[in-house]
T-cell receptor
C-alpha cells in the first residue's frame, strides 16, 4: 500500500539549532516527493520537491532534503532554525502531477524555543 | 495568475444542510483533487478527477459528491452535512511538474 510516515508528531528545537524532520514512504512506482509547510490558519506552501537527478534537493527558506532510495526516506533539514520556521510540515509522495494524487503524511509540528 | 481559487473561505452549516464548495483553476491542468485536513491526520483525499468528464473516489469519499463541470471547475457537494464533516477542505490541480493548492475552505457543521 502507498503511504507516508512522519514518525515525529511534534518537535521542539532552539532557535539557531539544526533541524531534521523525518519522512519514510512506501510507493509502488517511481516516487515523486514533496515537502510542504503550513502556518496556523494558512494554506500549504511548497518547500521543495524531488523528481529525479541529484538526490540532495534545495528548497526555499534555506531548507534541503535528501532522497535515499535504499531507505525509502526523504528527510528535511535546515542548518539553523529561525523562530519564523515554527509551523507544521508535511511530507507527500505522488505520481509527479501527470498521474495520481498526492499521499500525505500526518505532519510534524515544529516549535522553536527562543 | 490566480492559480486555484476556492469559495467560500469560511462556512458554518447546521446538521442536515447541504452546500457546494467551488474550485476553479486557470492553469489548464487536467487533474483536480479534493482533500480534507483534520488535526493529526494530514490531508486525506476525498475525490479526484484525472480529466474532464471523469471522477474517482479517494480515501474518504462517504458523504460527498463531486462534479467536474469542465476542465477548469471541480465542485464538492455535501448533501446532508454532519458534524464529522467539520474540517478544512483543500482543492488542488496538477500537471507534470507538480501540484497547486487552493487556500482552503474552513467548514464547521453544528
Amino acid at each position: 500500500a502507498q503511504s507516508v510516515t512522519q514518525p515525529d508528531i511534534h518537535i521542539t528545537v532552539s532557535e539557531g539549532a539544526s533541524l531534521e524532520l523525518r519522512c519514510n514512504y512506501s510507493y509502488g512506482a517511481t516516487p515523486y516527493l514533496f515537502w510542504y509547510v503550513q502556518s496556523p490558519g494558512q494554506g500549504l506552501q511548497l518547500l521543495l520537491k524531488y523528481f529525479s537527478g541529484d538526490t540532495l534537493v534545495q528548497g526555499i527558506k534555506g531548507f534541503e532534503a535528501e532522497f535515499k532510495r535504499s531507505q525509502s526516506s526523504f528527510n528535511l533539514r535546515k542548518p539553523s532554525v529561525h523562530w519564523s520556521d515554527a509551523a507544521e510540515y508535511f511530507c507527500a509522495v505522488g505520481g509527479g502531477g501527470s498521474q495520481g494524487n498526492l499521499i500525505f503524511g500526518k505532519g510534524t509540528k515544529l516549535s522553536v524555543k527562543p | 495568475n490566480a492559480g486555484v481559487t476556492q469559495t467560500p473561505k469560511f462556512q458554518v452549516l447546521k446538521t442536515g444542510q447541504s452546500m457546494t464548495l467551488q474550485c476553479a483553476q486557470d492553469m489548464n491542468h487536467n487533474s483536480m483533487y479534493w482533500y480534507r485536513q483534520d488535526p493529526g491526520m494530514g490531508l486525506r483525499l476525498i475525490y479526484y478527477s484525472a480529466s474532464e468528464g471523469t471522477t474517482d473516489k479517494g480515501e474518504v469519499p462517504n458523504g460527498y459528491n463531486v462534479s467536474r463541470l469542465n476542465k477548469r471547475e471541480f465542485s464538492l457537494r455535501l448533501e446532508s452535512a454532519a458534524p464529522s464533516q467539520t474540517s478544512v477542505y483543500f482543492c488542488a490541480s496538477s500537471a507534470p511538474g507538480g501540484y497547486t493548492f487552493g487556500s482552503g475552505t474552513r467548514l464547521t457543521v453544528v
